[in-house]
Every structure is written in structure tokens, then in C-alpha cells.
């Protein structure tokens, strides 16, 4: 509507148009004389509708993705070996390889992971209010209990060299993991609590062309749901 211009001769053919409509109301006058000048001119008034028009919405199926189907399938394989390992590990907690790599390092290693793919399949299938608030909640939180514990046992590990230069005797406690982990969560679910409810994310409508026309001649303009928030 913004480039819909005219010149100042066809302003006045418009107003000229007026006393022809002599209705008495000068209101719709004015409406019958813009609409007569419509018609008299319809083709310079097609020239500011887009070719795009008409248009028609379609909304965009998911189950019919492949990527979205790929998506999800990968992640329910990732997720099946995630819990596969966690069987393993459990089964296998008193053997002397597990009993050094520390059965709590794995432990929150795999629920870490899990909830990271628990997360991608959240944001790889159709949005709903709870998933859109749930995914970002999987996903950093299982980093989180990913990376910390890493972070950690890098932490330890350089210590534990840097003590044996100086032959001195160097105990590691499993609380330290527990401890760092804690603040690491403490951080994240407050940082993700202040997001959810200052500017949480919902379903919200996008649009793209297609490139397509219906058996009707309309431009089909396929519509899919994302989360995003307010100042995403």
C-alpha cells in the first residue's frame, strides 16, 4: 500500500469524478469517485499489485520432511546408545577400569548426553508451548553436566602432574565433581529461569514462498511454526 502512488493529474480526475456521484453524502462520494477511478484505471492500478498476488497459506507438514525426519531418527539412535552405555556402565561399575575412570564421571556424562538429544528431537519435531520451553532447559543443561565434569577432571588431571614433579602425594575427591557441577547448574538454571520468564519462547508463525501455484492460480505461501521469543 506504501508504493501505491499517483500523480497530481490523476488526484484530479478523482476529485473531478465527485459531482458525478451525487448521492448527498459527501462521505461516500468521495469512496464512489476513488472507486470509479479504480475501474477506469484498473490496469495502472495492477501495476502496484505484487505478482505474488493472489496468495494462499499452507501449512508445512513435518511428517512429510525428510530432513525433520532424518533429524529425529538420528537422534533416536544417538539416544538408544546413550542408554545403551548407561547399562554397560552399570553392569560393569566394579571392574578396575570403571572403578578408575570414576563411575560418577560417566554417570553424569551419559545424562548429560542424553539430555542433549532428548533436546535435539524436541527442536527437530512440530513446536508446542512445553517443548519450546523445554528444549533450551535439555539442552544447556545437559551441556552443562557435560562440560563441567570435563572441565574438572582436566583441572585434576593437570594438578595431579603438577603435585607428581614434586613427588608429593595427591588425594582426588569425587565431591570436587558434585561441587563444580552444582555451581555450574545453579548458574545455568538461574541464567534459564531469568529467560523463561522474562522472554520466554512460544510457537510463533513463519512465512516463505513456495515458488509454487495452485490449480486456482494462487502464489502458495507455505507457513511452519518456530520457537523464537520476543527479542530472538
Given at each position: ?9 490523476q ?22 469517485a ?5 475501474v ?42 546413550v ?8 553392569l ?9 575412570a ?34 533450551p532447559?535439555?539442552?544447556n ?20 602432574a ?9 588425594r582426588?575427591?569425587?565431591a ?9 547448574f ?10 523463561t ?36
Amino acid at each position: 500500500i506504501s508504493n501505491l502512488q499517483i500523480t497530481n493529474f490523476q488526484y484530479g480526475e478523482i476529485w473531478n469524478n465527485i459531482p458525478q456521484a451525487s448521492s448527498g453524502d459527501y462521505n461516500f462520494d468521495i469512496r464512489e469517485a476513488t472507486c470509479q477511478f479504480f475501474v477506469d484505471n484498473i490496469e495502472l492500478m495492477e501495476q502496484f499489485i505484487p505478482k505474488t498476488f493472489p496468495r494462499t497459506v499452507e501449512m508445512e507438514d513435518f511428517g512429510g520432511n525428510p530432513l525433520m525426519i532424518s533429524a529425529v531418527s538420528i537422534g533416536g539412535v544417538a539416544g538408544g546408545l546413550v542408554l545403551f552405555f548407561c547399562v554397560l556402565v552399570y553392569l560393569k561399575r566394579k571392574t578396575k577400569i570403571l572403578y578408575y575412570a570414576q563411575v560418577e564421571f560417566l554417570c553424569l556424562l551419559l545424562v548429560g548426553s542424553l539430555l542433549v538429544v532428548v533436546g535435539g528431537m524436541m527442536m527437530a519435531s512440530p513446536p508446542t508451548s512445553g517443548t519450546c520451553i523445554a528444549t533450551p532447559w535439555m539442552t544447556n543443561i545437559g551441556y552443562a553436566l557435560q562440560l563441567a565434569p570435563l572441565a574438572q577432571r582436566a583441572l585434576a588431571i593437570s594438578r595431579l602432574a603438577h603435585k607428581g614433579k614434586q613427588m608429593r602425594r595427591v588425594r582426588l575427591r569425587t565431591a570436587s565433581i558434585y561441587r563444580v557441577v552444582l555451581i555450574t547448574f545453579g548458574v545455568v538454571g538461574g541464567l534459564l529461569s531469568a529467560y523463561t520468564v522474562l522472554d520466554p519462547s512460544v510457537p510463533r508463525p513463519q512465512y516463505k514462498f513456495s515458488g509454487t501455484v495452485d490449480e486456482n492460480g494462487e502464489t502458495v505461501v507455505v507457513m511452519k511454526e518456530t520457537c523464537s521469543s520476543i527479542s530472538q
